[in-house]
C-alpha cells in the first residue's frame, strides 16, 4: 500500500519559475525523503529531512516538513529545464520506504 | 566505487515462464532491498536483506517471487510461473547499514514485460 500521497500529479511551469509539490502522508515517521526520477537516470536521493526538524535546504531545493498536519512540501527555485522529472516523497518505516505517486514536474523552455 | 547495477535492463517473456532479475549493489553495503514499480505508481517495498539474510520479505506479492542474496553482494530475484501483472519495473536499492536514516541508492531497474 501506498503511504503518501503527492499533489498535484502533474504540474507544468516556464523555467525560471518555482515548482512545488506537496507529500502527504498517514502515520508518523521517523524521517520524510525526496526522490527524483526521469528515464534516464533512474531514482535519486534529493534529501532527507528527520521528523524533528521544520525546514531544510540543498542548492535549488527546500523541504518543509509538518509532522501535526502529516505533510511536506519540496520547492525547486529558478527550474530549469533539466529539472523535468516525476518527483516521489517516501516516508521509512523502520528500513522499508513507503512512496507516494509522484509529481509531474515539467519545465518549458 | 560504481552505482548499483541490474541486469537485464529489459525483459520480455512469456506467461507462465520463469525469469531471474539481477542486482549487483554498491560495494561494502550491507543494505539490499527491493522495490516494484507500475505505470504511474511510486516503487512498492517487496523484500530487504541485512547481509546474506532476508530482514524482511514482507512485500513479496506470493510464493511465485523469491529472492537469495548468498554472499551478501549480488541479489537475484525470481519470479516463477510469470503472470501479466508482473509485468513492471523493478528496482533495487542499497545502502550503507540499513538504518532508517540512511539514503537507499537505486539501480536503473529492470523493465519486465509479461506476454
Known amino acids: 500500500s501506498q503511504q503518501g500521497e503527492e499533489d498535484p500529479q502533474a504540474l507544468s511551469i516556464q523555467e525560471g519559475e518555482n515548482a512545488t509539490m506537496n507529500c502527504s502522508y498517514k502515520t508518523s515517521i521517523n524521517n520524510l525523503q525526496w526522490y527524483r526520477q526521469n528515464s534516464g537516470r533512474g531514482l535519486v536521493h534529493l534529501i532527507l529531512i528527520r521528523s524533528n526538524e521544520r525546514e531544510k535546504h540543498s542548492g535549488r531545493l527546500r523541504v518543509t516538513l509538518d509532522t501535526s498536519k502529516k505533510s511536506s512540501s519540496l520547492l525547486i527555485t529558478a527550474s530549469r529545464a533539466a529539472d523535468t522529472a516525476s518527483y516521489f516523497c517516501a516516508t521509512d518505516l523502520n528500513y522499508q520506504l513507503i512512496w507516494g505517486a509522484g509529481t509531474k514536474l515539467i519545465i518549458k523552455p | 566505487g560504481a552505482g548499483v547495477s541490474q541486469t537485464p535492463s529489459n525483459k520480455v517473456t512469456e506467461k507462465g515462464k520463469y525469469v531471474e532479475l539481477r542486482c549487483d549493489p554498491i560495494s561494502g553495503h550491507t543494505a539490499l532491498y527491493w522495490y516494484r514499480q507500475s505505470l504511474g505508481q511510486g516503487p512498492e517495498f517487496l523484500i530487504y536483506f541485512q547481509g546474506t539474510g532476508a530482514a524482511d520479505d514482507s512485500g513479496l506479492p506470493n510464493d511465485r517471487f523469491f529472492a537469495v542474496r548468498p554472499e551478501g553482494s549480488v541479489s537475484t530475484l525470481k519470479i516463477q510461473r510469470t503472470e501479466r501483472g508482473d509485468s513492471a519495473v523493478y528496482l533495487c536499492?542499497?545502502?550503507?547499514?540499513?538504518?532508517?536514516?540512511?539514503?537507499?541508492?537505486f539501480g536503473p531497474g529492470t523493465r519486465l514485460l509479461v506476454l
Open positions: 536499492a542499497s545502502s550503507l547499514m540499513g538504518g532508517a536514516t540512511e539514503t537507499q541508492y
